[in-house]
């Protein structure tokens, strides 16, 4: 099942923030949560058998 929570103009400094969960595939490989660069605006794991980018953050 997969989850997502949106929120817009909830919190001064993020407009915008978008939490989801694909829980379809619980041994992929992944990255621990960070910050991504390099503009460092995206804080999330990464899948790394998908390519290590989400499919709409390319």
Same mark, same amino acid.
């Given at each position: ?5 949106i929120a817009l103009n ?5 407009p915008l923030i978008v ?6 595939? =619980?041994?992929? #490989?992944? &990255?621990?949560? =960070?910050?991504? #660069?390099? &503009?460092n605006e995206i804080l ?15």
């Amino acid at each position: 099942m997969c989850i997502l929570f949106i929120a817009l103009n909830k919190h001064t400094k993020y407009p915008l923030i978008v939490c989801a969960n694909r829980d379809e595939f =619980h041994h992929s #490989p992944t &990255e621990q949560v =960070h910050f991504w #660069p390099p &503009e460092n605006e995206i804080l999330a794991g990464k899948d790394l058998e998908a390519g290590g980018h989400l499919a709409w953050h390319q």
